[in-house]
């Protein structure tokens, strides 16, 4: 299996150049990263402090405190999830803040910033980022461990809380960083931090040693990418144990909570898994058929197991990949590309239960899903996969974040009433608008991360094959079989669905594979003479020679769709939702008044739908003017229950504009899903 | 405006015999009370305790302490809404255990049984009654204070908190259950027990005293019934400052939570009511426009407000409370009668907010409606009023109860599936079958207490008037104008809309008047010859004289109707409802199988609907029969959305039965709101 898999380029190899993505990309450099640097030292006025460089700052003196020979002694303990200063009291300079997870901000900053380094060299921002690097270094303990919060609030207590505590999320993200950080620069100081924190894990757990796995995953996939950057074995083993001992019993979150437990003189809970769905440890891995718990800690769970599948070459992995997949995708994804039906535990809901209203839909999760679905692709290129990699992207990850880059979402519903959600406790979680920073600030520094590196999911190669997983304008750079081209791909959904392919200079024999997307209604396609085409999979496979002027076209036609969703989903039930390439749309009050849900959408007469662009924050955007009709507005104090009668309409013209650009130009309704007459 | 306000019944001149309310009065004497009675002695196996009678003794044995010239000093002070033993430990004999507002319970078993002893004497039931009225006069303090948590946990206390601390309510609970124990059997001890307790209270609130009303209204209703049973017009003063104190500044709630606050050394909180909605404390009463916040709070006040409006003929209260009416029937009332849209606070959502799914709906706050709808009656008969009393009682009131008496629903949800309910805390609020008793057990023992008093709500009457507003087969004297008759009137709604009423004895000049119902097709009415009549607010007026032989016949149409809710109630969009008479009916589990969201109801196709009867626990029932479709179920593993078609569906036929009646077949889906094809 091994050798038909497929890699993602290096962002060195990738320019992407779309007129839509590259401005995205530039967004999250001039504008999202230097916001978050200041977020991260606490200087945004009316936002929640981050307290990372508050904190690495403090363990830095902790441990140099330690190193010359002296015992720390932390002022505080604690064992809450976040721990904020006295109220009105001074923080202490000494002092843990924050959540416990709060190291990660900083290393999904930093992660961003090398990718943004590859794309384009920047020695100043190079240096904050150097900055960091070293803050972060100096707060690694001798022993190599490094998380701030057990290093300030007591380090023999490190490791004994795995479920709530985060020190191997946070060793992921470090870990994801440092990759990133030696791939942009070269530099191996980040790479070797993580290697000792990875050591000193790996002293304590594993076979035959302390049994014990991530409570939020991402160490499984850091750990399978450190070893495909170091080519070090025991981070491919260490992940699959973690992997492997998950959900097995006794459990191992009951059995440290057991022996927190007996410290307290507390009895024993029983060490079955049965009540570990939140955190994917109910059943071992490789028996899972449903995507359960806690949204995106499912999501990094099925990326360390794809990436398990893919370098150990491991079918029965793969087949618990794929089942997961298929439970996603069948049973349990908004037609966004967003996954987690409920905010209880910020997760997965029963089958179908996929509410537009109380949605969760957390941004974090949608980016999961695109990096499970790349990782599936590398595994199989099935365009299903990239399909919902791409509906994800344009849709859910694009929502989290506003236009101009300044404010986020975390939670992506499908319909909102701003009345609803501001005096609605039911409906707390749902913003009306995007929030500046959040407390708990995983969203935006993760919207950094994937748009930044998106050149790693529009293409990923094999030895012989190029594939074009997204129609993103790029230039690429690819050595197939030995030779080196350089293509260029000019497109942008976002008007139309022409993709030029030329080679700019080079030569190569080899495969281009062209995704054929689910919403394409007819493609057109022109290869040169003499290259050997095919279908497989959903996929164009074009073999031959490319050298300098070869050329592809692809002409897909883009028509507006209308959509239903399964009966089986109650709350779409009889409702239609309208989609133009990847892109979902939605009505929105300021485009179509209040009270949208009397909008009554004409699905039989969608090819009567008129393109036209509405310009929001500066930006062109495609909207789509369609018929439709619209629910007289009943009479002040008229009867609240009457006997039946076909509801009175009147017509009225529809505009709707991409979801994710909803709640650019204030706040008010949105639906995405409006009844069908 | 007093001079035409009617006035209930004393229920011992109203001998309910109609089929189907004769059983359910007749089960509240034979299965609930004595279950009640074993409630409030901790004697249900795998039941919450009461604590009642335990409280009571405890209470009782601190007082005699105290009488004894000794000092006591509670063993343990709680400031908590409920207290209950320490784990592992036995509970302590001396100390208060359960909600702060048990002893209510205990009052409204007593107020159910001295209705059922007008109904019909019973020397051991009455026997057992006694016992609790002593049980209750011995745990009275020598200055009148009766509760039992203040007693036991720190009189020193007592009225320091009415907002959270329910002693108010209690009192209301004691004072209904003194005037009707009175009314029974004539003894005054519990009488004189509640106005030695109203005294305590006029004692430190009122014009000129501490200002001060209850966190949970009753008072203002019990206290201008013990005015209009002792005709002591204090009670109806001290009732009318309660009610006019409420929601004015500075908030009397948050007045004494800055007096607790600054016990504790805590700084002031702002004095002002806007933050006071859930206890109708943001503003004056008589400025009320909307119901808002708690919903059984809200219906309680409306009853004291209504009552001070008759008792004081007082025209603005008057419009207060008409507003409100409005603003709960317009807006916010379900169409199973049932108020209050939201599970956070048990509350009023806004208007138009009216979920299926997740509504509270609370027994007690229909009971609280139809409490309100007979004293807007009182004030005037329009039969909207009698329409919406109706509505509430036959739905969403009998829902309450299970048909076997033994078990109840707390809340009334119209729609359910077990799954869900079960397994997602969104729903946690909704139970998928009825349960035996509640550690805050209000509903059940206000099930019995209206119910026993049924032949209250089925007439009122003015010096010459016999209001008609329920058709509920009883046999009724009443005195017109001097002239007493005994009248009957047969029906029997649950088959059909014939009434019959003859007079069986006596002679007397007088007016009959009939409701003419909502739900009524055509009504055809035969009158004796020389009796004159006129409809005017939905009642038929019939002047004349009645002697014995007299006869009134009326034929009401009952077919079955298809009812739509207001556009502006999202959740029903789209969706029928069908009722007959004054019978909201369902579609379950039972009847059509599993995923009822799948059906589609024909509404155009009303007139096709076929009646039947069904046999549920023993019990005959109404049940209908309709064409509809049903959508058929996808393939396994089908595509979530797939390109718009109208959906697949196949012809059915449902089955419908009354909504009181659902879940008494096991546990199953159910559904009032079908969607409309």
């Known amino acids: 299996m091994r050798a038909e898999t497929s890699q993602p380029l290096s962002l060195n190899n990738v320019r992407v150049t779309d007129p839509f993505w590259a401005r995205e990309i530039g967004l999250i450099r001039q504008a999202v990263i230097p916001y978050q640097w200041k977020a991260l030292h606490d200087q945004i006025p009316d936002a929640a402090p981050s307290w990372w460089a508050h904190n690495m700052r403090a363990a830095a003196r902790a441990v140099a405190a330690k190193k010359a020979g002296g015992v720390y002694v932390p002022t505080h303990r604690s064992e809450r999830i976040e721990t904020l200063p006295e109220e009105g009291k001074k923080p202490l300079e000494d002092a843990f803040y924050g959540f416990v997870f709060q190291d990660s901000d900083g290393y999904k900053w930093l992660e961003a910033v090398a990718y943004q380094l590859m794309i384009k060299p920047d020695p100043v921002l190079q240096a904050q980022a150097q900055e960091a690097v070293d803050m972060i270094c100096a707060a690694q303990e001798e022993d190599g461990y490094l998380d701030t919060f057990y290093t300030l609030t007591g380090r023999d207590r490190a490791f004994t809380n795995l479920r709530d505590n985060h020190e191997l999320y946070c060793f992921g993200h470090l870990t994801e960083a440092a990759v990133a950080w030696h791939q942009a620069t070269g530099r191996d100081d980040l790479l070797n931090a993580a290697r000792r924190f990875a050591a000193c894990i790996a002293e304590r757990f594993g076979p035959d040693k302390e049994r014990g ?115 996603v995708v069948n049973e349990k994804l908004y037609i966004t590309g967003g996954v987690g039906g409920t905010h209880v535990g910020e997760a997965f809901s029963r089958p179908f239960d996929l509410p537009a209203d ?64 501001e005096t609605d406790q039911r409906l707390s979680h749902v913003k009306p608008i995007r929030q500046k920073w959040f407390g708990c600030a995983c969203c935006p520094p993760n919207i950094a991360r994937i748009v930044s590196s998106l050149g790693q999911y ?220």
């Open 213 to 327: 796995c991530p409570g939020h995953e991402i160490a499984e996939m850091a750990l399978m990418r450190l070893y495909e950057e170091t080519g070090e074995t025991r981070w491919r083993d260490l992940s699959q144990f973690f992997l492997d001992v998950r959900g097995t019993e006794p459990n191992t979150f009951a059995v440290e909570e057991n022996r927190r437990r007996a410290e307290k003189g507390q009895p024993e809970l029983p060490t079955t898994s049965e009540r570990y769905q939140y955190h994917q440890a109910h059943m071992p891995v490789r028996e899972m058929k449903e995507a359960v718990g806690h949204a995106v800690r499912q999501m990094y769970l099925c990326c360390g197991m794809a990436d398990e599948a893919r370098l150990n070459d491991d079918p029965e992995m793969l087949a618990a990949c794929e089942r997961l997949w298929q439970s």
């Open 358 to 421: 109380t949605a969760y839909s957390e941004t974090c999760a949608a980016i999961g899903l695109a990096f499970f679905a790349r990782r599936m692709l590398q595994l199989k290129p099935l365009s299903d996969y990239a399909d919902v990699m791409e509906q994800a992207l344009y849709n859910t990850v694009l929502s989290g974040m506003a236009l101009d880059g300044q404010s986020f979402f975390y939670v992506n519903p499908l319909e909102v009433d701003p009345d609803a959600c």
């Open 458 to 677: 529009i293409f990923t190669q094999t030895q012989d094959t190029l594939f074009f997983h997204l129609y993103i304008g790029s230039d690429v750079t690819v050595n197939l079989n030995g030779g080196k081209v350089t293509l260029r791909m000019e497109a942008d959904l976002l008007k139309n669905g022409d993709v030029h392919v030329t080679v700019l200079e080079g030569e190569a024999q080899g495969t281009l594979a062209f995704r054929d997307p689910a919403w394409a209604g007819n493609a057109h396609v022109k290869i040169p003479a003499g290259v050997k085409s095919w279908s497989e999979n959903g996929y164009l496979y074009a073999k031959g020679v490319w050298k300098q002027g070869g050329q592809v076209t692809i002409h897909f036609t883009m028509p507006v769709k209308a959509v239903k969703a399964s009966p089986l989903v109650k709350e779409a039930m009889n409702q239609v939702c309208f989609t133009r390439g990847p892109l979902v749309f939605c009505a929105e009050e300021a485009d179509n008044g209040k009270r949208l849900h009397l909008l009554r959408a004409l699905p039989d007469r969608v090819a009567e739908a008129r393109e036209k662009t509405v310009i929001i924050d500066g930006l062109t955007l495609p909207a789509v003017i369609l018929p439709g009709r619209r629910v007289k507005e009943p009479a002040k104090n008229a009867p609240l229950y009457t006997p039946w009668t076909p509801a009175e309409t009147e017509d009225t013209e529809m505009t709707l504009i991409p979801y994710f650009a909803w709640n650019n130009r204030g706040k008010g309704e949105m639906r995405v899903w409006l009844a069908a007459e």
